[in-house]
């Protein structure tokens, strides 16, 4: 008989789900969404505009711009759900 996981994801916070809207069958908590876009807009349009005024570098200095937000909003906001494994024998 072969094992079979099976990967359960429960939200954090059940109770407070007026907090939370669907994103792509996924449960958001709409602070953090706000704080994510917020902190993400600001550190991409950021390395827009003190990106030095030749063609290409705009867009990549603010490419490195969304992607340092990113790595900030991973770290600031925690994800609100639990992932667990439950094995079973068939």
Request: hydrophobic share 45%; net charge negative.
């Amino acid at each position: 008989m072969a094992d079979m996981k099976i990967k359960e994801m429960l939200p954090n916070k059940v109770e407070n789900t007026s907090d939370n809207i669907e994103v792509w069958e996924d449960l958001v908590n709409i602070k953090s969404m706000a704080l994510s876009l917020l902190v993400c807009s600001i550190t991409a349009l950021g390395g827009y505009f003190i990106a030095p005024n030749e063609p290409p570098k705009p867009l990549f200095y603010g490419l490195i711009g969304a992607f340092f937000g990113f790595i900030l909003c991973s770290l600031v906001v925690k994800p609100k759900r639990i992932i667990r494994e439950i094995q079973r024998e068939d």
